[in-house]
């Protein structure tokens, strides 16, 4: 198996678990909390109000569509896609690199963590960070 494919495969993969989690999330499920303020606490680092089931969803699908750019531009020459098809993907993981390098950088920044409770200032840069940069990572080599 070449680099290429095992980078798409395992990006999308990433993906499509990150999207799996916040459907889990969409339907009540609590985990890594133990109940639903230490969930808070743990995934979104402040308040008192988990996003709604709607927000999940809609974050699911969003990543969900961002692990279909990889196998898109992987097979793009079995359907034949124009030139505009190709550059639309390419702007897309282009895009989708930015947004998860942005997270993952963002989250080491003191001015910002300053507003986040403890327990998720020590997940984002010890876990969240980390899958937001290589994700970032990922989507840029595979737009070179």
Known sequence: MNL???????????LILLASIHIYWAFGG?????NKQDLINK??????????????????IGLFLFSCLPILWLVRS????????INMIRYGKIFV????????????????????????VFYTKRIYNPISLLIGISFLIMSV
């Open 43 to 60: 995934v979104f680092g402040r308040g008192n109000h988990f996003p709604s089931p709607f927000s999940c969803f809609v974050v699911a």
């Open 97 to 120: 690199a930015i947004v998860f390098l942005l997270r993952g950088l963002l989250g080491y920044l003191p001015w910002v963590t300053k507003y986040w409770v403890p327990i998720f």
């Open 4 to 14: 290429n494919l095992m980078i798409v495969i395992s990006t999308s993969l990433l």
């Open 78 to 85: 079995n359907f034949g896609l124009n030139p505009q098809s």
């Open 30 to 34: 609590l985990w890594p909390g133990k």
